[in-house]
């Protein structure tokens, strides 16, 4: 039997995968797992429970509190809120969990639960695991005044824009900025968040309606936010996906800032105001080559990781590092927030644009972008990657006529049926070759076996 959760919580289509029965399933098992023990004045466990605005969130959420209460478990329903504010209000409130609803930049049919441990931590595989175990197990049900109260978690968007306004480092006073909200989460407080730190703001993708969210809108497609600070002559746009916990940006003349540049400013922000612990920044293996020269020139290491932000988040950990995140857009602040935080992220950066007087596009000079390209090969046996010769040799023969001037990473996805192969080079001719090459094999080598009858 396959592991239930993926590499960000439980994932799939609502009401294929993830139906009203399942969903109560995990929230009784969790509330088993990560709530077994009342408080030490023998009050009741507590939940905080988020969502994203899509449609199925209603009933997915109307079943987890249900599971929850129905064990025990008082919950605290915040109703619709951005990922990394259900974090945040699980250490706030000093919950003994949270619950979020959301499938992020997926399109709207699908959703997702994952749960965040006591002071709003990501929960260890270990963990997850004992939940999908504790699944097959009888549920715990209590009776009388031991079940579990549900009640309106009212002042959860206000708590959280406190706390990010606390982060600012310089208000925004004479910036004109654009938000697209994607539809999502942020809709309702990434607005009020920005026009009380003192910008102009024009707002687009913030009309939910359950069913719209990242269509065409967002950080996964941004076209919108391009035009509209262009046509509005705003000095940079602030791109969310979903459940905000990525911030993609555009500069003044709709050039798009990605991840990697966005940390590079902010690590050397960070470093300039002695802020940066140890000088690191914590990226994954896909990060641009770019920003590890940028960073070396700028005094500052950078530690990898494998791709997804639960392994930066592991390594920040691990070695007391306040600073990391993916080209994607996931930026983790870990002096302020557990994961990673759109909102707080395009604060941060809004506020080095209004602190240094310099426009994101020169800001973004700090790091000169190889050029990369990615090509995700379906059909082949990804599980083959890492154990097949041909690959190997024709990897390392790519390295070789790269040599200094570039980088080659070839893996299987962990959130999808392909094989990425991506390729950094000094100009796009050569990365677009040696990809397209090494996809070839990867074609060739890996091609499924197809049985007929």
């Known amino acids: 039997m396959s592991r239930l959760f993926g590499t960000d919580g439980v994932r799939g289509l609502a009401n294929g ?65 951005p990922t990394p504010a259900a974090a945040y209000l699980v250490a706030d409130l000093k919950a003994d969990f949270g619950v979020m609803i959301s499938a992020s930049h997926n399109p709207a049919p699908d959703n997702g639960i ?22 097959g197990k009888d549920a715990f049900r209590p009776t009388g005044s031991d079940v579990g109260r549900i009640q309106t978690f009212s002042d959860a968007e206000d708590r959280y824009i406190v706390h990010l306004l606390g982060t600012l480092p310089h208000r925004l006073d004479g910036l004109k900025i654009v938000l697209d909200c994607a539809h999502g989460a942020a809709s309702g407080c990434s607005p009020q968040l920005f026009n009380d730190a003192g910008a102009e ?84 293996v896909m990060s641009n080559l770019g920003l590890k020269i940028a960073l070396r020139n700028a005094g500052i290491s950078i530690r990898e990781t494998a791709v997804g932000d639960r392994y930066v988040l592991e390594e920040m950990r691990d070695g007391g590092f306040n600073l990391g995140g993916e080209q994607s857009g996931h930026v983790i602040f870990a002096d302020h927030a557990t994961t990673g935080d759109g909102l707080l992220t395009g604060l941060q950066l809004a506020a080095q644009v209004a602190l240094t007087g310099r426009s994101l596009k020169e800001l973004a000079t700090v790091m000169t972008k190889l050029p990369q390209v990615l090509i995700n090969v379906r059909g082949v046996d990804r599980t083959r990657v890492r154990s ?19 980088r080659v990473l070839l893996r299987p996805s962990g959130t ?38």
């Open 17 to 81: 995968l993830l139906t009203a029965e399942l969903a109560m399933q995990l929230a009784q098992a969790a509330a088993v797992v990560l709530g077994h023990q009342r408080t030490t004045n023998g009050a009741r466990p507590r939940a905080v429970v988020a969502r994203d605005p899509r449609a199925s969130g209603e009933f997915i959420s109307a079943a987890v509190s249900a599971g929850l209460s129905s064990s025990g478990i008082d919950v605290y329903d915040a109703g619709v809120l």
């Open 388 to 406: 097949t010769e041909a690959l190997a040799v024709a990897v390392a023969a790519a390295e070789a006529e790269l040599g200094d001037t570039g």
């Open 201 to 284: 703001i024009v707002v687009i993708g913030a009309e939910p309606d359950g069913l719209n969210i990242n269509d065409g809108v967002g950080s996964t497609h941004l076209g919108a936010l391009q035009r509209a600070v262009v046509e509005h002559g705003a000095d940079l746009g602030i791109a969310h996906d979903g459940d905000a916990d990525r911030c993609l940006a555009i500069d003044h003349e709709g050039n798009e800032v990605d991840g990697d540049q966005i940390m590079a400013i902010l690590a050397v922000a960070l470093k300039e105001s002695g802020k940066l612990k140890d000088n690191v920044l914590v990226a994954t």
């Open 416 to 453: 999808e049926p392909v094989v990425r192969v991506m390729v950094e080079a000094g100009d796009e001719a050569t990365a677009e070759s040696i990809a397209e090459r090494l996809a070839q094999v990867v074609r060739t080598e890996l091609a499924l076996d197809l049985v007929t009858d």
């Open 114 to 135: 994952k749960f965040f441990a006591k002071g709003g931590q990501k929960l260890p595989d270990e963990v997850e695991d004992a939940i999908e175990e504790q699944m």
